[in-house]
């Protein structure tokens, strides 16, 4: 046969596009296919990541008031909730659920089984869990199925703006010529007012929801305020468990008592008790009926005590707290107040020990002269403190309401020398 010869077999060309068709469709296919289960699988660990954040936030919360084998088993519910068993597989067990130390210089979490401060969480879609991803069109190259893992780290930690710190949940008024030192924050969940003559030192925080809310005169002399301001906002937590705190301090709970409490009765006082009647070591009740208040003199001294009390307090000037709480569930405006010089801890240098609270489920004002040495202030109201308060040794003021305070204000950071104060844990993803 000839080669033009259209019966010619091995010289026909009809067709050849057809095998070319052939290659490039198989060839669409894979990168189709690649394409479609590359994507779902990535849907799918973008899925498991959002459930592991959840399961491992449930885990941390609940674990600061209760035991481990409870967080995880409400962290268990939630991870059902958000990937059911009988849709995913068996995503996540207790085993998966370790409770530990995060090291955040080291990017390391260390498991210890005792700990509250830490949780990781794994989830995993595997072959030899039976519940891997599988796929649609790569099983045709081969692949059948995809594993996919993730994992989430949640910590519990401390913000400093409530260890040292003004803290309001409405307004902080700062008036004028005042200082706050390297370390301390000042913030509040509305805006801050300042006045003239106001300095942030380096390493100072001033926060609100919006920055661009800060109150200030026109032409304000005030220094370092636009280096220390910063966008942020806090759940009151303290806030809200300030009633719990007191009454377990009533009820001689050992979550709240501090340390120098050594005799476990509670030693019930009438509204006159003088201060022979306090005793060391001991937490002591007062109940008052009828608007009535407690009176305490010039120059108290409370020392390795607690107060807890339903009563208006009202101190003469000197008083002083040294290792003591003074709690009042009062709810009206001045539940506690003072004339001129009240001091709250030891003047100590920051040294451990000597610190002391005052707790209000109503509102805190004291006169000119506060001085703060490891001290805290916490009222579900107001606080106002006016002129020559001295916080420079360790300061904590958490309020509900309005955080206010005069002129002539020193406040600095300790970092040290505030371990009694009471507080509230807050939770972040670590990785």
Not at 150 to 164: G, I, K, L, N, S
Not at 378 to 383: E, G, L, Q, W, Y
Request: proline share 3%.
């Amino acid at each position: 046969m000839k080669k033009n010869d259209p019966n010619c077999f091995i010289y026909a060309e009809s067709g050849a596009m057809t095998a070319l068709g052939l290659t490039i469709g198989v060839a669409c296919i894979v990168v189709g296919g690649l394409a479609i289960d590359v994507a779902n699988a990535m849907m799918m660990r973008t899925q498991m990541q959002v459930a592991a954040d959840a399961v491992a936030h449930a885990a941390i919360y609940y674990r600061e008031t209760n035991t481990a084998n409870q967080a995880k088993t409400v962290a268990l519910d939630l991870a059902d909730v958000n990937m059911p068993h009988s849709k995913f597989g068996p995503l996540i067990t207790a085993n998966d659920i370790s409770f530990g130390v995060w090291d955040a210089d080291a990017q390391e979490f260390h498991a210890d089984p005792g700990s509250k401060t830490a949780v990781m969480v794994n989830l995993a879609r595997v072959e030899e869990r039976s519940n891997s991803v599988g796929t649609y069109f790569l099983k045709f190259a081969g692949i059948g199925f995809w594993n996919v893992r993730r994992a989430a780290v949640f910590e519990a930690y401390f913000p400093t703006c409530f260890e040292e710190g003004i803290v309001g949940d409405e307004v902080v008024d700062i008036q004028s010529n005042n200082q706050f030192l390297n370390g301390f924050c000042v913030h509040s969940n509305d805006h801050v007012e300042l006045n003239n003559g106001v300095e942030f030192q380096t390493g100072t925080v001033l926060s609100m929801p919006d920055r661009r809310d800060l109150v200030e005169p026109t032409a304000a002399n005030n220094t370092g305020v636009d280096e220390a301001l910063r966008d942020g906002v806090y759940r009151m937590r303290l806030i809200t468990m300030l009633p719990d705190i007191i009454a377990g301090l009533e009820n001689l709970d050992p979550t709240w008592l501090p340390d120098y409490i050594t005799d476990y009765s509670v030693k019930t006082l009438p509204r006159n008790a003088s201060m022979s009647d306090f005793e060391a070591g001991k937490v002591h009740v007062i109940n008052c009926v009828g608007g009535q208040r407690i009176n305490f003199s010039s120059g108290i001294l409370f020392e390795n005590l607690i107060l807890v009390t339903n009563c208006q307090i009202h101190f003469a000037s000197d008083a002083q707290l040294i290792n003591a709480v003074i709690a009042t569930t009062h709810t009206g405006s001045n539940s506690i107040n003072s004339a001129a010089k009240m001091t709250i801890g030891r003047d100590d240098g920051c040294a451990a020990d000597g610190g002391a609270q005052m707790l209000s489920l109503g509102s805190i004002d004291f006169s000119a002269g506060l001085e703060m040495f490891g001290g805290q202030i916490v009222a579900v109201d107001d606080i106002s403190f006016s002129a020559n308060a001295n916080g420079i040794e360790g300061a904590s003021i958490v309020a509900g309401g309005t955080a206010s305070g005069t002129s002539n204000m020193a406040m600095g950071f300790c970092g040290s020398g505030m371990e009694r104060n009471f507080a509230a844990e807050y939770f972040r993803l670590a990785i």
